[in-house]
């Protein structure tokens, strides 16, 4: 389940972080949080224009840690809320997952499917 906060901050700009491990090692890329879309079954919908090697990685190792936060939702100590999400992802190229972020993304050539194994607000 998708916590209230973290719909929130998916409304608000700001950047998403998402690592993954493959044969080379981590790697990091970045999307803005207003790009990300909520499956019906909970998973994040990442669209995906290049992340070429984000999807080598996750072709060898599915899973995936998330940060994202935004300075205008309420965290737990003040202005400012973040999360950590671990889970395990797949690129998809066609089907609704794809379909849906295709009429909002023109570039997009993928989905990045991210399903949530744990969410965590960090602050």
């Known amino acids: 389940m998708i916590p209230e906060k973290l719909l929130e ?7 998403v972080a998402i690592a993954t491990l493959g044969q080379e090692g981590p790697h990091m890329v970045n999307t803005w949080n ?3 879309r909520i499956s ?9 224009g290049y992340m070429h090697r ?10 995936v840690l998330i940060t994202l936060a935004s300075s205008k939702v309420q965290g737990l100590h003040g202005p400012g809320a973040g999360f950590l ?6 690129f998809i190229a066609s089907g609704p997952d794809f379909d849906i972020l295709k009429s909002k993304f023109d570039w997009l050539r993928a989905t990045l499917a991210v399903t949530p194994e744990t969410i965590t607000q960090t602050w």
């Open 9 to 15: 901050i998916l409304k608000q700009d700001g950047a």
């Open 54 to 63: 984000t999807e080598t990685n996750i072709t060898f190792n599915p899973k």
């Open 34 to 36: 207003s790009y990300i």
């Open 40 to 48: 019906a079954d909970g998973r994040l919908l990442i669209p995906a």
């Open 85 to 90: 999400i671990k889970g395990k992802a797949a």
